[in-house]
């Protein structure tokens, strides 16, 4: 399978261009890009033709420094199409970091996101196949494109503690760029990265609603089992989301839903570093907290929804997790302010 963009992400970049009195639709046709196609909400364009559309934008405007940063700021969470839905919803900043760093390959199958969290803060590591440095734009809009979003869902002028950047700094235009980050970004770093504080990451977000988080993130699951048919990690949680509240969460029968055999699918999880116990594990506590958040939903049915067979079993599990008891989480959580 070939390396794919979604293309309504691109057209954030047409649409600078044409707010910058350019022919947008000029510069997207000069690389073999069709600007009906940017506007297909389920349209992909292949990597090859997104790094030269991005090469050919940046020099319409010149080599504008700004260019990449001009271009996110046109992006609200529905660019991201399901993934912006799923962390428009998340409980905090640090659920829908989460949320990004797995599905983040509906936007780009080269491009990756990981945590490293410290006493204080939280790093969003960016990586990517890519390494192209020819066109630095992209990877300001990259970076630039989550402090966006970012700010959107905590409804306020957020700002990282750090930015780290591995292209060198242009010699124009970073004031402007120091501005938009809210800090001065550090260049020729060994990383592309971003640093959140712990305290802004666990801040329970204004537009909170675990039913549409959880409905989103089947909807992010779905695109990418269909996106990635040979996935077996995107298949197998895709599965288990629609099989947990029934209880059928055995490894043979997911293994069955897949049609292969339980030594098959174990294998093919190995291949990947995992095990089938552990993803069940890390899919569970992941859901607890959007549960948990939705003061309608017990702690029995909570349990119920995560396929335990027994409350006790759910309360040791979430102790395991994060140290307290659900309901001591949940009156904690309905407290962070």
């Known amino acids: 399978m070939y390396d794919t963009w979604l293309a309504s992400v691109l057209l954030l970049v047409h649409a600078e261009l044409a707010k910058r009195g350019l022919d947008a639709d000029a510069v997207a046709r000069s690389v073999g890009v069709e600007p009906a196609d940017l506007r297909d909400a389920n349209a992909r364009l292949p990597h090859d033709k997104v790094r030269n559309f991005w090469v050919a934008a940046v020099a319409a405007c010149d080599g504008d420094a700004c260019f990449g940063l001009d271009v996110v700021t046109l992006a609200n969470p529905t660019t991201l199409h399901a993934l912006g839905f799923a962390v428009m919803a998340s409980g905090t900043l640090r659920e829908a970091t989460e949320r990004l760093r797995r599905y983040t390959r509906i936007v780009s199958t080269i491009d990756n996101w990981e945590c490293r969290q410290d006493a204080d803060a939280t790093w969003l590591v960016f990586q990517s196949t890519d390494d192209d440095a020819s ?27 750090a930015v ?170 309905a407290n962070t302010n």
Do not use: C
């Not at 630095?136 to 402090?147: E, N, Q, W």
């Not at 996106?227 to 490894?251: A, Y």
């Not at 899919?283 to 027994?310: I, K």
């Open 135 to 161: 066109y630095p734009r992209s990877f300001d809009a990259r970076l630039g494109l989550i402090v966006r979003i970012w700010r959107i869902l905590a409804g306020r002028p957020l700002a990282p503690s």
């Open 164 to 333: 780290r950047m591995r292209h060198l700094a242009p010699a124009e235009g970073l004031d402007r760029i120091a501005a938009f980050f809210g800090v001065m970004p550090e260049y020729e770093a060994g990383e592309y990265s971003l640093a959140f504080s712990n305290a802004d990451l666990d801040q329970l977000l204004p537009g909170s609603n675990p039913e549409l988080a959880l409905a989103a993130e089947k909807v992010a699951a779905d695109y990418l089992a269909r996106q990635e048919k040979d996935d077996v990690v995107v298949r197998v949680r895709r599965t288990l989301i629609e099989l947990l509240p029934s209880g059928q969460s055995s490894r043979a029968i997911i293994a069955g839903k897949l049609s292969m055999s339980e030594r098959t699918l174990q294998r093919r999880l190995t291949e990947r570093g995992m095990t089938y116990a552990g993803l069940l594990d890390d899919l569970r506590r992941d859901l607890a907290a959007d549960y948990l958040r939705n003061s309608r939903t017990t702690v029995q049915e909570a349990a119920y929804l995560l396929g335990f067979a027994e409350v006790a079993s759910f309360n040791r599990a979430f102790r395991r997790w994060t140290g307290v008891s659900p309901s001591q989480w949940r009156e904690e959580a």
